[in-house]
């Protein structure tokens, strides 16, 4: 079924303990985007970029089944720019530059032709432009999945709640799980932000896993372990990409699908830390990714039962 | 099969912030017994305490199937006592008072009705006792289990290494791992340290679940998302007790079922952190281990296909 995605796309300047990029493809929108393109195409996405963007990144998206007609080229602006650097253990990181550049306005225009959509992923982006994407479609999607970060809790925390409460399936990371809620439990964190209106909600751990909870239920599923984890940047946008993407190639809303799209989630996300930005993303043989889910099959299930 | 567990049996004072506990039953062959009695009876305990400990904990500890002829009580002598303190994450501790007593020069007597035991369990202690007691059983059994801590590592290195070389199955925890490989990544620690000698090493990560692994296989179970960790005190200890307990009462040392294993030590560390110290552990029915067990088989197992 029909995808439409929303997220940045953009500049990223990284550095690692294992080197350095300048100027790479990023954003969560291209995140995103890639990794659910690997489960079902087109993917509709919708961002903007400033005429300093590389035509060649624009046709490497759409090499691998994204479709760009709602990407707006401001061609007297820059694109969004980031840049960070990460610490040994690769579980923290400073910002060293952020320049909104050409997402200080974004005015989220859907191309008439994605307007049939049926699954919806809101990348992390100001939460009144999340909430626009939904108000401007004429039908809501089956499902809309929102991803945010802990900025905007800091600076716009009624737009984010506003937002939250539109939305189907909400995914933060632990950190932002705890200061949303003002729980330190994440099960009592979980029920307090389902409370708010979505039904199903996604705690990501980094290293540690992700957490799907949904009323009672919840279900986790680990991240694959790594000899090297290379470059964190995306791993939490290549998941939801995963996630969504899954869902809407199965067209299947099911809690028992849903626990199938976080472990697919999870396998793409752990391609994406192999390499630097998007590289391993964009290099993906679709047989690998059969083949990484297999490995979180062996790595988690088991049989409850000796056969004896 | 036969279990022998060698452990501390001591007192334990604690303070988290859900209340405190002055002098209360604790120690690792305390925890691993009263956890491994779930699943295989008589635990034959070695260890020893002072003549200040409660006549009537003994009581308790053979009354829940643990065999203490191999309990040493030196009369005249005061018991092993630790006392700490948990922060508000429930992740870091400090600890306040360690008075060694009757570990400081603790002789690890067999008794001769152990002698047949087929599994061991060495319980945390220092590692010239743990080689002590494999050495003084006439046969050597059909696995052994360790579990160690940083302490070890930190002024008894060498022989810390000599006894993990002589053992089947290592459990530390994640920062253990690092400490003792050099490596940050736990795949790399975990070839490093299976290079040591064990064929089986289990990472322990709190909240963050255990890794089993094996050559080139790993395994991964949770731990259980909880609304609170009361007390996280002998966690580490109950979950070793659980796995070696349900190993010997299968009497299977496959891959497969130290999954189980895996799974049925994570439920009973799931219980001791409900509340102080053993309290959890020792009011436990048999029908609630089964239960949390299918708890675990909810939160990871999934089916990989589709059925259409």
Redesign the interface.
């Known amino acids: 079924m029909s995808l439409l995605v929303i997220g940045s796309v953009a500049f990223d300047a990284l550095e690692t303990p294992f080197g350095k990029r300048e100027k790479i493809i990023g954003g969560a929108g291209t995140f995103i985007s890639l990794s659910a393109a690997n489960f079902v195409q087109p993917v509709n996405l919708v961002s903007v970029v400033g005429g300093d963007f590389l035509k060649s990144d624009i046709a490497m998206m759409q090499g691998k089944g994204i479709n760009t007609d709602g990407l707006q080229i401001k061609e007297n602006e820059k694109s969004f720019f980031w840049s960070g650097r990460y610490f040994?253990?690769m579980n923290s990181r400073e910002t060293l530059v952020t320049e909104l550049n050409v997402l200080g306005d974004f005015d989220p225009i859907i191309p008439e032709s994605y307007q049939d959509c049926q699954y919806l992923m809101l990348g992390n982006l100001a939460p009144q432009v999340q909430r626009q994407v939904i108000e401007r479609l004429h039908n809501r999607p089956k499902l809309v999945v929102m991803d945010t970060m802990n900025f905007w809790m800091d600076i716009a925390l009624e737009e984010l709640i506003q937002t939250i409460g539109m939305v189907d399936v909400l995914s933060i990371n632990d950190e932002e799980a705890r200061q949303l809620s003002k729980e330190?439990?994440?099960?009592?964190a979980a029920k307090k932000i389902m409370a708010m209106g979505p039904k199903y909600l996604i705690i990501k751990?980094g290293e540690?896993?992700a957490?799907l909870f949904h009323g009672e239920?919840?279900?986790?599923a680990?991240a694959l372990?790594?000899?090297?984890?290379f470059d964190p940047t995306g791993a939490g946008d290549t998941f939801a990409g995963g996630f969504i993407g899954y869902l809407a190639s199965?067209d299947?809303i099911s809690f028992?699908?849903m626990?199938?799209a976080v472990?697919h989630g999870s396998a793409m996300a752990s391609f994406c830390v192999e390499q630097f930005g998007t590289e391993r993303l964009v290099d993906l043989q679709p047989d690998e990714v059969v083949q990484r889910?297999?490995e979180f099959?062996?790595?988690?299930?088991?049989?409850?039962q000796?056969l004896s």
Do not use: A
């Open positions: 040994n253990d330190y439990s994440l099960v009592k751990k540690h896993g957490l239920e919840v279900f986790f680990p372990p790594l000899e090297e984890v199965t299947d028992e699908n626990k199938r472990i889910v297999l099959v062996k790595l988690v299930n088991f049989q409850p000796r």
